[in-house]
Structure formats: structure tokens, C-alpha cells
């Protein structure tokens, strides 16, 4: 026959064992996991994108120094 004393050691043994729901609010959610790679990768989009409009202007702005180097050698000569 069980005790009492038995029923307070098998609950003092599993009370550690399963998960709370205060001890469940504590941990990351697979949305919580999934909404935080969402926003890391817009800002990656966004950083290449950004990179890309550089990489594509870079031509245009060497030329533009070339240009404003020929303007300052005739106008200061």
C-alpha cells in the first residue's frame, strides 16, 4: 500500500522533472525562433542590395573623379 510519505517523495521526484508553465514562458517559441531568422534575413537583403547599388555606381564615380580632376587641372592652370 502506498503512504503518504511515499505520495510526497514520488511528487518531490517528478516536480523536477516536468516543465511548468512559468518554466515554459521562459523558452524560445518556434515562432519566436522563426520571426527572429525572418528579420536577420531582411537585413541581409537589405545590406546586399545596398552593396549591389554601390557596386553599381562604383563606375560611375571613378569617372566622376576623373572628370572633376580634368575640370580642377584646366580651370587652375
Known amino acids: 500500500m502506498i503512504t ?7 511528487e ?10 512559468d518554466d515554459a514562458k521562459s523558452f524560445a517559441t518556434k515562432d519566436d525562433l ?9 537585413e541581409i537583403i537589405k545590406l546586399r542590395e545596398d552593396v549591389t547599388v554601390i557596386v553599381g555606381y562604383r563606375d560611375m564615380i571613378e569617372e ?7 575640370l ?3 580651370v587652375y592652370q
Open 34 to 42: 522563426v520571426n527572429f531568422k525572418d528579420s536577420i534575413l531582411n
Open 72 to 74: 580642377e587641372t584646366a
Open 64 to 70: 566622376h573623379d576623373q572628370r572633376i580632376e580634368k
Open 4 to 10: 503518504d510519505a511515499d505520495v510526497k517523495k514520488i
Open 12 to 21: 518531490k521526484a517528478f516536480a523536477k522533472r516536468f516543465v511548468t508553465k
